[in-house]
């Protein structure tokens, strides 16, 4: 599902590849799928000055990450196996 906003989200990983991206609860795309490279980097576009549920899956863990979106913000998560995501 495309989304759309005004505030950026980029999901970066040093290990993990095709992993699957949800937010607030949603399927929005798998890392390295449709376009995407296939680098460990997922970004897309959310509703600013709210907050998202970010939730990366890399088919055996859960990453989820609940943030606030300041209008016209970008913000990175960093993910790696094993460890909590981080901004």
């Known amino acids: 599902a ?3 906003g005004d505030s ?3 999901i970066i990983s040093q290990g993990m590849r095709g992993y699957q991206v949800f937010l607030d609860g ?15 980097r997922f970004s897309f576009k959310v509703a600013g000055n709210k907050n998202h ?4 899956y890399d088919g055996q863990s859960n990453y989820p990450k609940i943030m606030f979106f300041e209008p016209g913000s970008s913000k990175t ?11």
């Open 2 to 4: 495309p989304t759309t």
């Open 8 to 10: 950026t989200v980029v």
């Open 26 to 40: 949603v399927y929005i795309g798998t890392e390295g799928t449709e376009g995407d490279a296939l680098d460990g």
């Open 53 to 56: 549920l970010v939730r990366v």
């Open 77 to 87: 998560i960093y993910v790696e196996e094993g460890t909590a995501a981080h901004i």
